[in-house]
């Protein structure tokens, strides 16, 4: 997708600008990256007893998803944290699965913190379907660099959307 601005030009997507939203998670959660968005879909291969070629069939197997991997270096809504310690609590009970969206926006249409104030449509959305915490890591620490602290959240969903 490309964006057209006010001389006819078209620019690609940057993949800088992107909002991650959390269903029944308020707050904001600063994220600088989102990798593993993908689905495959397995392929089974037979070939029938009586067929005449030699060709196997394919037919559709089992459509599989990976995990995303959201990399944030700081969280002010204690609503996200919460969320993440109940998925990866050793307490036993109903896993707390959301939908999780993630928005590509258009760099010319404002920054993601305005087109959420403004509610100017992102050009591109994947939904992730009840997606749950899978794994947590603590930012690395050490006291002779200055670096940002990074911490990453790994989550596993059921279902990819990319609506039209």
């Known amino acids: 997708m490309a964006t057209n601005n006010s001389s006819g030009l078209y620019y690609p997507l940057t993949k800088m600008n992107f909002l991650v939203t959390v269903d029944e998670v308020s707050g904001v959660a600063a994220f600088n990256e989102v990798t593993g968005v993908e689905a495959s879909v397995d392929v089974i291969e037979f070939r029938q007893g009586n067929a005449s070629s030699l060709a ?55 920054s993601p913190q305005q087109i959420v104030e403004s509610s100017i449509d992102s050009t591109l959305t994947w939904i992730l379907k009840d997606a749950w915490v899978v794994k947590y890591n603590g930012p690395d620490l050490n006291s002779t660099t200055s670096e940002v602290a990074i911490e990453s959240v790994e989550i596993a969903y059921e279902e990819l959307i990319i609506p039209n």
């Not at 969320?83 to 926006?105: A, D, H, L």
């Open 56 to 110: 196997p069939v394919k037919i559709q197997g089992l459509v599989k998803h990976g995990n995303i991997t959201l990399k944030m270096g700081y969280t002010r809504g204690q609503d996200f944290k919460t969320w993440i310690q109940n998925c990866v609590s050793e307490r036993r009970g109903e896993t707390p699965r959301r939908n999780v969206t993630i928005e590509m926006i258009d760099i010319n249409a404002g």
